[in-house]
């Protein structure tokens, strides 16, 4: 794990802790686990994916494009770390991708032929309330997570159920397959205006999703809503990327 402060590790737990707010945003609170996770742990990429109203998991989040396409690798096929780790309510630690062909067959060639050599997957959970799954993938050889990395990780997976689960009963006492239907459909437009501003500024998409999420940021908005607009709004699109 990348050395951190203490004061720093205390930051993100609040970070992730406080979702009972105003305008929760659920794709972007997803999107800020992905990314302080991946800050904690070094040469590391970060997915997250989602149990739908069927109790099928659904990508929700990454913190790179090339590790979303992983994640939906994982789902297409059936097979993975964080497959395992939402049907067993239990981590994966320390999986070595180079051996790991006879465990996850599609799954391992794929992830090892785009550069990562070890995984890492951890539940999502409250007590037998298993939500989803979080990926960590690892691109140097023999750079594990040791007991103390495995704790925090856990940890944090551990506050963000909690956060999810409280902001469903709390804050309007939704069922949590309601809130997650509504984010899986606001994830398709997000993909889509993520596509439109990677071609109307000439950037990768990881770049066009940095300059959305900023822009809602900055301004206030719901990231959805931001998307919506530009991928209905010509006008809006250029008022955006112009940014």
């Known amino acids: 794990m ?30 800020m686990l992905t990314d302080r996770t991946a800050s904690l742990v070094g040469a590391s990429t970060v997915g997250l994916l989602l149990a739908d109203p069927h109790g099928q998991l659904q990508f929700m989040a990454a913190s790179d494009e ?16 964080c497959l395992d780790a939402y049907n067993t309510a239990q981590p994966v630690i320390n999986a070595d991708l180079r051996e790991a ?17 070890a995984v890492h997957a951890f539940p999502l959970s409250l007590r037998k309330d298993v939500i989803g799954a979080l990926n960590v993938f690892g691109t140097e050889v023999g750079g594990g997570l040791d007991d ?9 997976t551990d506050v963000a159920a909690i956060g999810l689960l409280q902001e469903r009963t709390i804050r309007r006492g939704e069922i949590l397959t309601e809130q997650l239907q509504g984010a899986l459909n606001s994830r398709v437009v997000i993909e889509q205006a993520k596509g439109a501003m990677a ?3 000439g950037i990768s998409v990881d770049e066009a999703f940095t300059v959305i999420r900023g822009y809602a940021r900055r ?5 959805s809503d931001v998307a919506h607009t530009i991928v209905t709004d010509p006008a809006g699109l250029a008022s955006i990327a112009a940014f």
Do not use: C, M, Y
């Not at 050395?3 to 972007?28: K, M, Y």
């Not at 590790?67 to 059936?78: A, G, P, R, Y």
């Open 101 to 117: 062909e006879a465990r996850w067959p599609r799954f391992a060639p794929r992830a090892t032929t785009a550069g990562f050599r």
């Open 199 to 201: 071609q109307a500024r």
């Open 148 to 156: 103390g990395d495995v704790q925090i990780i856990q940890a944090l």
């Open 66 to 81: 090339n590790t979303k396409l992983l994640e939906l690798f994982q789902v297409q096929n059936h097979e993975g770390p």
């Open 2 to 31: 990348t050395t951190i402060s203490a004061q720093r590790l205390a930051n993100i737990f609040v970070e992730v802790a406080d979702t009972l707010v105003d305008e929760f945003d659920l794709i972007d609170f997803l999107h």
């Open 219 to 223: 301004n206030n908005k719901r990231l």
